[in-house]
Every structure is written in structure tokens, then in C-alpha cells.
């Protein structure tokens, strides 16, 4: 079945470390995003991709990087920079060009807690 | 400024309905999405609208208007399982980049037997 997939589910960081969080789909889609979600906010955009070797920053980038070697994957690394780390982290994909109907598909999640 | 209001928190009776609103204000406007979210899990697509009027799918409805900024969900013949977070999300255009999809804080929802 097609999907995206996060790991881990939970993290635990010490303060200072990086740490990588994953995403693999096997939807075939162009376009993958990720999200940081607090309590009593909404989910807010750090980083998208709409292709391969490509990627934008969202609203909140600061203190994390991305990649996108290649299109099933699209890796966020929470750097030593984020201040504020100890968030459930989302990521999404959709296909490319129209894509009106079915918005986009979530993975289930990676709870990040530094400790 | 970029803006969706939710109420933050609903309660209802299993069987009976139950409205879900949201409003927004966007710069400009390229459709509106119902996700589902249960504690810990992933968003799941409920419900999709870009005209006005009602989009029936189900249990589950959405409505769309364009010139009020509004719009809500409808969930009949609640079930326990329906217990979840909703959460409204405007998609936004934006010049020279991607659609952004903006998100609400979400309504969570608590269904009583």
C-alpha cells in the first residue's frame, strides 16, 4: 500500500544535538512538506520541496535543514539552533501540477522531546 | 494578515450532529480542506471545497462561502470514534511560489455516550 512514512515516532534529543527526522513515501508524489505542530496552534510550515535537489523554507526554518536527493525521501534535521525543538513534527506530500481535490497526505508523525 | 478561527473545543452527544465552524481571512483564495486528526496520528482528508454551496459526503458535510469567509463541517449520527481534532485549512496562492496551505488551530471534538 502507498504511503508516507515517518521514523522514529518518538525522539529524544539532548540539548546541543542534532538530530535527523525521516520521511519516505512511495506515492509517487512531487511535492513533500514538513510541519511542526504545538498545542493551540496550527500546523505551521518549516520546509518544502516541489521537486528533487529543490527545496524552499517556510514560515519557521530557522534552526533546521532539509534535503531532497531524491524523491521518496525528504529528510528534516533539527539543528542545535532551534530553540525551541519539542514539537510533534508532520510530514506531508502531494502530487504535482493540479492537485486541488484530495490536499495532501500525512505521515503519522514524529514526537520530538528534548531532554 | 493571514487568519483562521476555530473554537477550540466542542461537545456532543453520540447520535446526535454537531457544527464545526471556521472563518478566514487570506490573501487570496484557492480552495478550503477539512482534515481529521486523532491524538498522536496523522491528519486524514475529509473534505475538500473551492465553490460555494454544501459538499455531502457521507456522515460528513462541508460548507463553503467565498464572501463571508466561512465555512463549516457537519457531522451526523455521531459515533464515539468521531472524538478527534478538526482542522480547517485554507489554501492560498502565493505569487511565484506554491499554493500555501494555511492551517487553523483545530476544534477538538468530544463525543459523549
Known amino acids: 500500500d502507498g504511503g508516507i512514512t515517518q521514523s522514529p515516532k518518538y525522539l529524544f534529543r539532548k540539548e546541543g544535538q542534532n538530530v535527523t527526522l525521516s520521511c519516505e513515501q512511495n506515492?509517487?508524489?512531487?511535492?513533500m512538506y514538513w510541519y511542526r505542530q504545538d498545542p493551540g496552534q496550527g500546523l505551521r510550515l518549516i520546509y518544502y520541496?516541489?521537486?528533487?535537489?529543490?527545496?524552499q523554507k517556510g514560515d519557521i526554518a530557522e534552526g533546521y535543514s532539509v534535503s531532497r536527493e531524491k524523491k521518496e525521501s525528504f529528510p528534516l534535521t533539527v539543528t542545535s539552533a532551534q530553540k525551541n525543538p519539542t514539537a510533534f513534527y508532520l510530514c506531508?506530500?502531494?502530487?504535482?501540477?493540479?492537485?486541488?481535490?484530495?490536499?495532501?497526505?500525512f505521515g503519522s508523525g514524529t514526537r520530538l522531546t528534548v531532554v | 494578515g493571514q487568519n483562521i478561527d476555530q473554537p477550540t473545543e466542542m461537545t456532543a452527544t453520540e447520535g446526535a450532529i454537531v457544527q464545526i465552524n471556521c472563518t478566514y481571512q487570506?490573501?487570496?483564495?484557492?480552495?478550503l480542506f477539512w482534515y481529521q486528526q486523532h491524538a498522536g496520528e496523522a491528519p486524514t482528508f475529509l473534505s475538500y471545497?473551492?465553490?460555494?454551496g454544501l459538499e455531502e459526503k457521507g456522515r460528513f458535510s462541508s460548507f463553503l462561502s467565498r464572501s463571508k469567509g466561512y465555512s463549516y463541517l457537519l457531522l451526523k449520527e455521531l459515533q464515539m470514534k468521531d472524538s478527534a481534532s478538526y482542522l480547517c485549512?485554507?489554501?492560498?496562492?502565493?505569487?511565484?511560489?506554491?499554493?500555501?496551505?494555511?492551517f487553523g488551530t483545530g476544534t477538538l471534538l468530544a463525543v459523549q455516550p
Open positions: 471545497n473551492v465553490l460555494d
Open positions: 520541496s516541489q521537486i528533487v535537489n529543490d527545496f
Open positions: 506531508a506530500s502531494r502530487p504535482g501540477g493540479t492537485d486541488q481535490l484530495y490536499g495532501y497526505t
Open positions: 485549512a485554507v489554501r492560498s496562492p502565493r505569487a511565484g511560489a506554491t499554493n500555501k496551505l494555511i
Open positions: 487570506t490573501s487570496g483564495f484557492n480552495g
Open positions: 506515492l509517487n508524489h512531487d511535492a
